[in-house]
Nanobody, 121 residues
């Protein structure tokens, strides 16, 4: 069975920094694009950043220049470093992997359980 487990997040004042990470567990051979999404109360889930297997990263306009996504393929981890945080960044952050190949076959569109990031003004 494949699981995505997130860690990090928490409470920070505006202008501060936080990081979140997500580890994929299981008998994994390859991992496709990894990403972070967020959902604020009463709003739809939105894309924050993605990074493909070659390391190419893409960001939502709202976080460009403030957030950095990275991955460690050997450790099956994806990170999101968040700087210059704003109250509007408050949300539950979810990691996502679009495709994983394992000893049991491929799995698609995997999600973590979410981790809360709260930015106070």
């Amino acid at each position: 069975q494949v699981q995505l487990v997130e860690s990090g997040g928490g409470l920070v004042q505006a202008g501060g920094s936080l990081s979140v990470s997500c580890a994929a567990s299981g008998r994994i051979f390859t991992i496709g694009t990894m990403g972070w999404y967020r959902q604020a109360p009463g709003k739809q889930r939105e894309l924050v950043a993605t990074i493909d297997s070659g390391g190419w990263a893409d960001y939502a306009d709202s976080v460009k220049g403030r957030f950095t996504i990275s991955r460690d393929n050997d450790k099956k981890l994806v990170y999101l470093q968040m700087n210059s945080l704003e109250p509007e960044d408050t949300a539950t952050y979810y990691c996502n992997i679009d495709r994983i190949t394992t000893s049991w076959g491929p799995f698609y569109d995997l999600w973590g359980q979410g981790t809360q990031v709260t930015v106070s003004s």
